[in-house]
């Protein structure tokens, strides 16, 4: 069955710490993905999405993530946190379709 | 920067009884989707809509569910006959023309109480 894994449910950091979060999605052919981001009381947001070409994708606020194929996983990565970035992190996945598959999403926050 | 709207922002209602989730989607999309997200559980797809009819559904999506875009702005889901495992926080979103996997843009949600 199409699913996707986020590992860590809930990360606590200090600010400028750097972070990574995992996202594994089950193998079936051609991927969409994308992580997006719902800060407290707004809505989901995009951060950013990978469709082909680079691997290394750059989003907005000084977000990236990584598809390695050879591991089905796409982490997202900041090398440097800001109290702002204190929310919850959902990895999704499309397969041939635009229905977005959602991980269980993890909750980020950061300490001052 | 326009936005998806959806109304009202929390609604309670007897088990069995009707329900419709309204959405404002953004106003030159084409594509619109409902999702929903039980508490503690993920977001779940329910439905993309295109061209006046239904591209794809999930299992959940079965006949106690419909969704129409009654006007040029408007799209809504109905729920006929709710269940109280249909209690969950139900999410809009649409998508501009052109590309299949353009970025959804999703609304606030609407939380449903089913009692």
């Known amino acids: 069955a199409q699913s996707v894994s986020q590992h860590n449910h809930h990360v606590i950091l200090s600010e400028a710490a750097s972070l990574e979060l995992g996202c594994n999605y089950s193998y079936g052919g051609t991927v969409n993905l994308f992580w997006y981001v719902q800060y407290p009381g707004q809505h989901l947001q995009l951060l950013l999405k990978y469709f082909s070409g680079d691997p290394l994708v750059k989003g907005i606020k000084g977000f990236e993530a990584e598809f390695i194929k050879s591991k089905f996983s796409f982490n997202l990565r900041k090398p440097s946190v800001q109290w702002s970035d204190t929310a919850e992190y959902f990895c999704?996945?499309?397969?041939?379709?635009?229905?977005?598959?959602f991980g269980t999403g993890t909750r980020l926050q950061v300490f001052p | 920067e326009p936005e998806v709207t959806q109304t009202p922002s929390h609604q309670v209602t007897q088990m069995g009884q009707e329900v419709i989730l309204r959405c404002v989607p953004i106003s030159n999309h084409l594509y619109f989707y409902w999702y929903r997200q039980i508490l503690g559980q993920k977001v779940e797809f329910l439905v993309s809509?295109?061209?006046?009819?239904?591209?794809?559904k999930s299992e959940i999506f079965d006949d106690q569910f419909s969704v129409e875009r009654p006007d040029g702005s408007n799209f809504t889901l109905k729920i006929r006959s709710t269940k109280l495992e249909d209690s969950a926080m139900y999410f809009c979103?649409?998508?501009?023309?052109?590309?299949?996997?353009?970025?959804?843009?999703f609304g606030p949600g609407t939380r449903l109480t089913v009692l």
């Open positions: 809509f295109y061209n006046n009819e239904i591209s794809e």
């Open positions: 979103a649409s998508s501009e023309p052109g590309d299949l996997y353009n970025e959804q843009f």
């Open positions: 999704a996945v499309s397969y041939n379709t635009d229905k977005l598959i």
